[in-house]
C-alpha cells in the first residue's frame, strides 16, 4: 500500500442517461362574475391560469454521476392552478430542478442537437417551458358582450425526450495501450477491485479513484478504458473511450517498459499519442509525464535506462514503477498532486466542423389535408386554438368560430373543395362544415 500522505477510494462511474421531461400545464382561465351585497349584476372578474412550472437543469459541482437520473425515467414539473373569483390569477406551477454534475451536456434525443454543455456550477437551462396560464371571462367582455361566460383553457407544458452525457471531469487521466497496468495502478492505490484480464478493452467503463494527497488536497484520477491503433477512428470503443479524457488537466502515459509482451515503449508512446492527434488536437497537447510500468519483470536494465533518457531528452517526466509492488507509486502521486494544483482548468467548448447558415423560414400557420370528403386542419397555433376553448360553451364556440374566420381557415377550406356537410378534424376535435 502507499504510505500515510497518498490514499484514494473509487466507485464506478455511469456516465449516459435517457430521460423523459414534460413541463407544468397552463391553469384555466375562470369564468366568475362579481357577486356583492349591493351588487345585483356585477361583471365578469374571472381571473387568469397561473403558468405551468418548467423543467431546469442546474450543474452541480457537488453532483459525481448521472446515476440518479438514470434510475428515474420521467420528470413531470407542476401544472399552474386555475383563475379564481375577484381576479384572483392562479399560482404558477413550481419548476422541477434536476441537478447535474460540471460537464453535462445535454441533447434532443430525437435530433442529437446539442441543447446545451453545463460546465460551470450554478449554470441553469430551461429544458422545456411551462404552458401559458388561460384567459378569464375578464379578457373577453365588450361592450356588446358584457357577460362573457367562458375563458381560455391553459396551454399544454413542452415535452420531449433528452440524452444526457456526462465527459468526465477527472482532474488526471490513466492514458495507455490495453494490459499496460493501469487498472492495477488504480487497484494499487485505492480499495477498488476493477476486473483485470489479459485481453483488450479489459475495462470498459472509465473508474475513478479519488486520491488525496497530504491532509487537505484530493484530485481526481480517472483509468481510462486501453486503446488500441485506429481508435481515433472508432475502431473498437475509440470514440466513447476519448471523450472521457478531454477535459483533463493532466494525462500520465502508462508504458510497459517490462517488454514481456513484446512491446517497444517508446513506439507505443508514439502510436498513441497520434491516435490523441488524430482525435482532437486539443487533446493530444494536455501535459503528460510518463509511468513506466512493470519494472518488477523487466530483465534489460540498460534498456529501461535508455527510454529514461530518450524521454527526459523530449522533455517529458519518467517515473519508473511497479504497479504489483508499489515501486515508485507514492512519488508518482505526489508530483502529480504538484502539477494539478499548478495546471490552469481546462475549459471545453464544443466544436462543430462544416457549420452551415440557414435562414429561418416562416411557419406556415396550418395546412389542410383532404381525404375524400375529411379535411383535416394541422399546426401549431390550430392546436393551440383547440386547447383554449371550451367548445362545450356557445360563447366560446362562438369565439372559436370567429378565430377560424380570421385566421384564414374558412377560406382556405373552401379554397380546398369543402362542402356542406363535410367533415374537417383540428386536434381531437370534430365538427361539420355549415356555411
Known sequence: MLGTGVKCWCYMFIDEAKIHVKAGNGGDGAVSFLREKYVANGGPDGGDGGKGGDIVFIADENARTLADIRYLKKYVAEDGEKGGKRNRAGKYGEDTIIKVPLG?????????QILVDLSTDGQRYVAANGGRGGSGNQHFATSTRQIPTFAKSGIPGESLWISLELKLL???????????GKSTILSRISSAKPKIANYHFTTLTPNLGVVKVGKDFEFVVA??????????????????????????KLLIHVLDISG?????PADD???????????????????????GNKVDVAHDYEAVKTFTASMEA????????S???GEGIEPLMNRTAQLVKELPETEITEVTEDVKLYKARKEVPFTIKQVEDYFVIEGIEMERLV???????????SYFQRRLRALGVIDALKEAGIKENDTVCIKNFEFNFIE
Open 104 to 112: 453535462t451536456i445535454l441533447r434532443n434525443a430525437e435530433t442529437n
Open 387 to 397: 386547447s383554449s376553448v371550451d367548445l362545450d360553451n356557445f360563447e366560446s364556440l
Open 170 to 180: 477527472a482532474e488526471v487521466g490513466l492514458l495507455g495501450f490495453p494490459n499496460v
Open 269 to 291: 508512446f508514439v502510436k498513441i499519442n497520434n491516435e490523441l492527434k488524430q482525435y482532437n488536437s486539443f487533446l493530444a497537447g494536455k501535459p503528460q509525464i510518463i509511468a
Open 223 to 248: 483509468d481510462i478504458p486501453g486503446l488500441i491503433e485506429g481508435a481515433h477512428a472508432g475502431s473498437g470503443l475509440g470514440h466513447e473511450f476519448l471523450r472521457h479524457i478531454e477535459r483533463t
Open 314 to 321: 523530449k522533455g517529458y517526466e519518467v517515473f519508473i514503477i
Open 323 to 325: 504497479a504489483v509492488t
Open 260 to 264: 514481456s509482451e513484446g512491446r517497444d
